[in-house]
């Protein structure tokens, strides 16, 4: 049984599953200035606040499993990454605060407000950077057999490359935002969230453009995986998969429907991931620690696999019944 391979395959659906999820909160929270009426702000709030603070779960399944099973390259990378990671926890927080206390601090909800968004908008520049720096990769050197250690400097992540990726993301989670309020809102608020999902699905798959021609371009042994044959025949469909589904974004978006936008842009993160996925494997530590390099030891892995094991249907099984219980439209005064 590898168990690298069975524990690299929980964490990416950890780290999966919360950019789907938390992306689309943080996303109504991106797109919280751009809606003026206090009501309708209300709304927004409302369709996420039963489910927020479960969708952060996986984050946490995501990055305990990435200690517990891949130690080395959690330790090689976290000095790379303090400060976004820092700046991504502090804005997470405030957002938090944010959802409890602008409905009882009724004399200072615009603060609350500005919390609210400004926490979603860190958060997300902060993830759309580690994702830019990831694809980059750190420099490492070893230091002993089986030992590495990162030599960059605290600031090596602030890239235009990363930077870019963080306002890549940004669109992105609004685009999922605006998608959720769509399946969730009417009125209104509903037409604003059409209108906002047109434009952010535009610049999303320009964005999904630049990065595909820049990561490659850049990085050689990402050209030679996607360019050479007949690697460039077994994956041309995924290329050609995610433009039918941007077509199809745009084709749900122009005929109002309801549900299929933000099934159509979870399509298209899932689209990406894939294509990061084949990208960057088998390293957990872009060119330098592969996810078998990077292994904590068999006992320690199986030791884990069987909490897990208990715990990963948990998490499914309320994170299910949770949108069973709040699905349909939003309804006022969750809180």
Not at 82 to 91: D, E, K, Q, S, T
Request: glycine share 8%; with cysteine.
């Amino acid at each position: 049984m590898d168990l690298p391979l069975i524990w690299s395959a929980i964490i990416a659906l950890g780290v999966f599953m919360y950019v789907l999820l938390d992306g689309f909160d943080l996303g109504v929270g991106i797109l919280f200035p751009f809606v003026r009426e206090k009501r309708d702000r209300d709304t927004m709030m409302n369709s996420v606040a039963p489910i927020w603070d479960g969708n952060e779960t996986w984050l946490i399944l995501g990055g305990a499993s990435l200690l517990g099973a891949f130690p080395l390259a959690y330790a090689t990378l976290l000095p790379a990454f303090y400060i976004p990671i820092m700046v991504m926890l502090f804005g997470l927080i405030f957002r938090g605060v944010a959802f409890e206390f602008r409905f009882k601090s009724t004399l200072r909800w615009p603060w609350w407000d500005a919390s609210f968004f400004l926490g979603s908008l860190v958060a997300t520049v902060m993830q759309g950077i580690l994702l830019g720096a990831f694809i980059t990769g750190v420099p490492v050197e070893a230091i002993e057999a089986g030992n590495w250690r990162y030599t960059g400097g605290a600031l090596d992540w602030l890239t235009p490359f990363n930077l870019m990726c963080g306002v890549g993301l940004v669109c992105g989670y609004a685009l999922l935002g605006a998608t959720w309020l769509v399946l969730k809102t009417e009125g209104h608020l509903q037409r604003f969230s059409y209108r906002a999902a047109w434009w952010l699905a535009g610049l999303v798959a320009a964005f999904l453009v630049v990065v595909s021609l820049w990561t490659p371009y850049a990085h050689p042994a990402i050209r030679e995986r996607w360019f050479t044959w007949p690697n460039l025949l077994y994956l041309s469909p995924v290329p050609l998969v995610t433009g039918a589904v941007v077509l199809a974004l745009f084709a749900a978006l122009h005929r109002r429907r309801e549900t299929a936008p933000f099934v159509l842009t979870m399509a298209l993160f899932a689209l990406s991931f894939l294509g990061l996925a084949i990208s960057l494997w088998p390293y957990v530590v872009p060119r330098a620690l592969t996810i078998w390099d990077a292994a904590s030891p068999r006992d320690s892995q199986i030791f884990l696999l069987v909490g897990v094991a208990f715990l990963l249907p948990v998490i499914l099984g309320y994170t299910v019944y949770s949108y069973r219980v709040f699905r349909g439209k939003v309804a006022e005064g969750y809180h």
